[in-house]
């Protein structure tokens, strides 16, 4: 993709985004108390699918999440590549969720209401840095989805983030040589912080 094409894809993601917060923030009046979240999650990271200079890299990172209405979340992520070139990744989008309650029968084995399923879509920046050479700065963009698991019997304090799968594109160094498409597969817990109070 040239970056021509680049620039428009960056400019309709962002209107895209924009939309759906409004959309969203159009609701909140009816909307539930907020609920905060924060997650840790380590991931398995693909980079640079399909070229021959990709590789597996494992990394750590954090999401914040605010209920905004009965299925909408804000969301904002962290990533950090550890590898080299070292990458930092901050993603800003929107989480919708359902319980599985009502979409799977449930059976004497499996509780469609102790899992929910989400998706997720953000828009926002990534840093790579390489020892000597000048840190570059590009557009990033994220795409995904997953499964929780709810019933942890903790008050709905901790929830098991079961897996979650993602696309993340950024052109860093030379238009995209470094992390322009990658696959990571995550997994982790998230802290309901109001349920702690």
Same mark, same amino acid.
């Given at each position: 993709?040239? %970056?021509?094409?680049?620039?428009i894809v960056? =400019?309709?993601?962002f209107?895209?985004?924009?939309?759906? @917060?409004? *959309? &969203?923030?159009?609701?909140?009046?009816?909307?539930?108390?907020?609920?905060v979240?924060?997650?840790l +999650?380590y991931?398995v *990271?693909r980079t640079?699918?399909?070229?021959? $200079?990709?590789?597996?890299?494992? @990394?750590f990172?954090t999401?914040?999440a605010v209920r905004? /209405?009965?299925w909408?979340?804000g969301?904002? %992520?962290?990533?950090? #590549?550890g590898?080299?070139p070292? *990458?930092? &990744?901050?993603?800003?989008?929107?989480?919708a969720?359902r319980?599985? +309650? $009502?979409?799977?029968p449930?059976?004497?084995v499996?509780k469609?209401?102790a899992?929910e399923?989400?998706? &997720?879509v953000?828009g926002?920046?990534?840093?790579a =840095?390489?020892a000597?050479?000048k840190a570059? /700065?590009d #557009?990033?963009a994220?795409v995904?989805g997953?499964?929780?698991? !709810?019933? !942890?019997?903790t %008050?709905?304090?901790?929830?098991?983030?079961?897996f979650?799968?993602?696309?993340?594109?950024?052109n860093?160094?030379?238009?995209?040589? #470094?992390?322009k498409? /990658?696959?990571l &597969?995550? *997994?982790?817990? +998230? =802290?309901n912080?109001?349920?702690? #109070?």
């Open positions: 993709m040239n %970056d021509r094409w680049w620039r960056r =400019i309709a993601f209107e895209l985004v924009i939309l759906l @917060l409004v *959309a &969203v923030l159009g609701t909140m009046a009816q909307a539930p108390a907020p609920i979240d924060i997650s +999650k991931a *990271a640079d699918l399909a070229a021959a $200079g990709g590789s597996n890299e494992h @990394l990172g999401s914040v905004v /209405n009965s909408a979340h969301r904002a %992520d962290w990533l950090r #590549f590898g080299t070292e *990458a930092h &990744v901050a993603l800003f989008g929107l989480e969720r319980s599985l +309650k $009502g979409i799977l449930p059976s004497d499996f469609p209401e899992f399923v989400f998706g &997720v953000q926002g920046f990534a840093r =840095i390489v000597g050479a570059d /700065n #557009f990033a994220s995904g997953g499964l929780d698991f !709810t019933a !942890t019997r %008050d709905g304090v901790v929830v098991l983030r079961v979650e799968v993602r696309y993340l594109r950024a860093l160094f030379d238009n995209g040589r #470094f992390f498409n /990658n696959a &597969v995550e *997994a982790g817990i +998230k =802290i912080i109001d349920r702690l #109070f």
